[in-house]
């Protein structure tokens, strides 16, 4: 009967499980079906409309009644935290609060991963019972990292900041010092990094402008952001910059974006955004319309090469009805980072209130090879040098065997780069002394290779062919026969010296022999004939034949 009433029991609760899935799919599938609706009804009166006709006079009074309210709660904020010196509470008021070990160690692990708006009621609370004057140091270095935390809310960490700052004397120095540790700009392509910084500088600016740092913190201020800002001159954070000043410019600079002033305007109603810091104002305002300027330099530029790349797309198409996967890709991404440049230089000219430049458009030639500018002595003079397509070459690696040539200095003998008489006469002095030092001692090679083997009457070595590096034998030559020949590509060092001393020679040769060798040379082979030759070196000249010669 236990066994029967249990399984009645699971079998009743499962089936109430089911139904409560059931109900909430249903109620999911209900509202997204709302959702889709909505999102229908919103397109529909979009019907792509100017978004100044589409805003009406209840609009613009709305956004003015709630810049004005948000100005001055801001304004009581900062005045307040300004004047808290002195009105903290006393220790009779701290001795009241929570001061156990395990409680304040629960709330610094809850900061460290919870500070999202639904939980900033929760924390605030905890903040309102703990005493927390033993843990300060843990709780600003986690708020510091708040900005590591998933959907971290910047505005539930500035609300426990400017708690603990009317509560703890000491939170605002320490704060101070943790955020200036974490505003270091990370590298461009560390997504983390970046959202992190851009956190980071926001909280730090929040504290700057709600007065929980000293005012003087307000020069220090803009010129963080002018340092930021003159550090990016390949404009990589170009996208942190942008989010940076829509968060920072009404506040600092006094500048409402075009959008609502052009709003405004054809409403009559008047909006007017007053800087925190009046006398920092101008000069604000004066560095971000430079920053600007420089930033439509590089669209222009970037949108003048992309116009330049595509040209060279379509006369590429034109030549050889396809273009190389390399270059298709490359065209791509570039369209790509144009489109995100535009996107953001768009932003950050709605922010501060500036008119976009003017882009240059493609050409239009009435013919399609108009674009093709060819240079008789260099058909490839215009073409784009990285263009695989148009390139001079077939492939990488025939650019490689042609553009990079080997060092002759490293391969060839010294002597041929000998720039003076005076040098060569070093060089052939040098050259004799190592011949002399290595006939030394084949001499004494020769004399043991006498006692191990016989010679053949006529000098050569019976089956020594090999020696001289062409066959399998490892011994060295001597300086008595040595024989190049093309295709060896490797040298000894008495090889090396006998050819030094042999150029030497050559080298006092007058034009006039040269040119009367080279008569001859032509008048038996014919001026075309490049003869093989075969150069074989003695140490008795008067073995040298006169065809040898």
Request: hydrophobic letters at 35%.
């Amino acid at each position: 009967a236990k066994k029967r009433g249990r399984a009645a029991i699971v079998a009743k609760s499962r089936k109430a499980e089911e139904q409560a899935a059931a109900a909430a799919a249903a109620a999911a599938a209900a509202a997204e079906d709302d959702q889709h609706e909505l999102v229908d009804d919103i397109l529909a009166d979009e019907d792509d409309t100017d978004p100044l006709e589409a805003a009406s006079q209840a609009e613009a009074e709305r956004l003015q009644a709630t810049m004005a309210e948000q100005q001055r709660e801001r304004a009581e904020l900062r005045e307040k935290n300004l004047a808290i010196d002195g009105n903290r509470p006393g220790r009779d008021f701290f001795k009241k609060l929570d001061a156990s070990v395990k409680k304040n160690t629960a709330f610094v692990k809850k900061l460290k991963t919870t500070m999202t708006e639904a939980q900033q009621q929760m924390l605030l609370a905890d903040v309102d019972k703990l005493n927390l004057s033993r843990y300060l140091e843990e709780v600003t270095a986690s708020l510091a990292q708040a900005g590591k935390i998933k959907n971290a809310s910047l505005e539930t960490t500035v609300s426990l900041a400017v708690s603990l700052h009317q509560r703890y004397e000491e939170f605002a120095p320490g704060f101070k010092t943790a955020l200036e540790a974490g505003m270091k700009l990370p590298d461009p392509t560390d997504k983390e990094g970046v959202i992190y910084y851009r956190y980071t500088f926001k909280l730090y600016s929040e504290m700057v402008l709600l007065g929980v740092f000293p005012t003087e913190e307000g020069k220090l201020l803009c010129k963080r952001i002018a340092q930021f800002l003159s550090k990016d001159k390949e404009y990589l954070h170009l996208a942190t910059a942008a989010a940076l000043l829509k968060f920072l410019v009404p506040r600092l600079a006094g500048v409402i974006p075009r959008e609502w002033r052009l709003m405004m305007e054809k409403y009559s109603v008047d909006l007017t955004v007053k800087p925190v810091f009046e006398d920092l104002a101008k000069q604000m305002h004066e560095l971000l319309k430079r920053y600007f300027s420089k930033v439509s330099d590089k669209l222009v530029a970037d949108k003048t090469s992309l116009n330049r790349r595509l040209k060279q797309d379509e006369v590429t198409m034109d030549l050889k009805g396809e273009l190389f996967p390399e270059r298709a890709e490359a065209t791509a991404k570039a369209k790509q980072a144009f489109a995100t440049l535009l996107e953001t230089v768009t932003a950050i000219a709605d922010t501060i209130d500036e008119e976009l430049p003017e882009l240059p458009e493609p050409e239009e030639d009435d013919n399609m090879m108009a674009g093709l500018k060819l240079d008789v002595s260099n058909p490839f003079k215009s073409m784009d040098p990285n263009d695989v397509a148009s390139s001079l070459w077939q492939d990488v690696e025939e650019q490689e065997f042609y553009e990079h040539l080997p060092d002759l200095m490293a391969r060839l003998p010294e002597v041929l780069f000998a720039s003076s008489k005076k040098q060569r006469r070093k060089l052939r002095k040098q050259a004799e002394q190592a011949k002399a030092e290595g006939s030394t001692e084949d001499g004494d090679d020769s004399d043991d290779n006498d006692d191990n083997g016989d010679n053949d009457d006529d000098g050569d070595n019976d089956g020594n062919d090999a020696s001289l590096g062409y066959g399998e034998s490892t011994q060295e030559p001597s300086a008595s026969a040595v024989t190049l020949r093309a295709g060896n590509g490797t040298t000894t060092q008495q090889e090396r010296q006998l050819i030094t001393s042999m150029l030497l020679d050559l080298q006092d040769i007058d034009d006039a022999d040269l040119d009367t060798a080279v008569a001859e040379h032509d008048a038996e082979y014919g001026s075309h004939t490049a003869p093989r030759l075969s150069l074989s070196i003695t140490d008795n000249p008067t073995d040298v034949e006169d065809e040898d010669c």
